[in-house]
């Protein structure tokens, strides 16, 4: 779904739609500190480009968190920020 500036990778709502998570996927050949900086760039982006904007505006939607998840071989490193 084209959201703000770009495409947001997954969004994940609640069942009654009240709370929506909007996540952006990143992937380093690079191990700990790498994974953590590119999670952080992750939430960057959501915030830059609007992905959000959508449900911060509506009133219905009464919580929005951003996450930033960066894999690399089988470990994953979250970064979470509530923006709503």
Request: net charge neutral; proline share 2%.
């Amino acid at each position: 779904m084209e959201s703000g500036d770009g495409y947001v990778d997954i969004i994940a709502a609640s069942v009654n739609s009240d709370t929506v998570a909007v996540l952006e996927l990143k992937q380093t050949d690079r191990p700990f500190g790498a994974r953590l900086i590119a999670a952080q760039k992750a939430v960057e982006q959501i915030i830059e480009k609007d992905y959000a904007s959508v449900y911060i505006s509506d009133p219905l939607v009464r919580n929005v968190y951003a996450y930033g998840i960066c894999f690399h071989n089988k470990s994953c490193s979250v970064v979470v920020k509530k923006l709503k």
